[in-house]
């Protein structure tokens, strides 16, 4: 007779998908804000360039 998975294991494998998708929203906001503030630097340094 074949066993098959738990309800329990079956609910840790749903739980873990939730973190590492969660995980992955939360690197891609990061990584996003981590890009507009660099973006932000380089054009403050820019003006700075144009106007001395």
């Given amino acids: ?3 098959t ?3 329990d ?3 840790l494998e749903r739980e873990q998908r939730k ?3 969660r995980r992955a929203r939360e690197e891609a ?3 996003a804000k981590a890009e507009a503030q ?3 630097e380089a054009e ?3 003006s700075e360039s144009e106007n001395g």
């Fill in 38 to 40: 660099a973006k932000a």
């Fill in 5 to 7: 998975p738990s309800k």
């Fill in 19 to 21: 973190r590492d998708k």
């Fill in 44 to 46: 403050k340094t820019d």
């Fill in 9 to 11: 294991y079956k609910r």
């Fill in 1 to 3: 007779m074949a066993s």
């Fill in 29 to 31: 906001k990061a990584a």
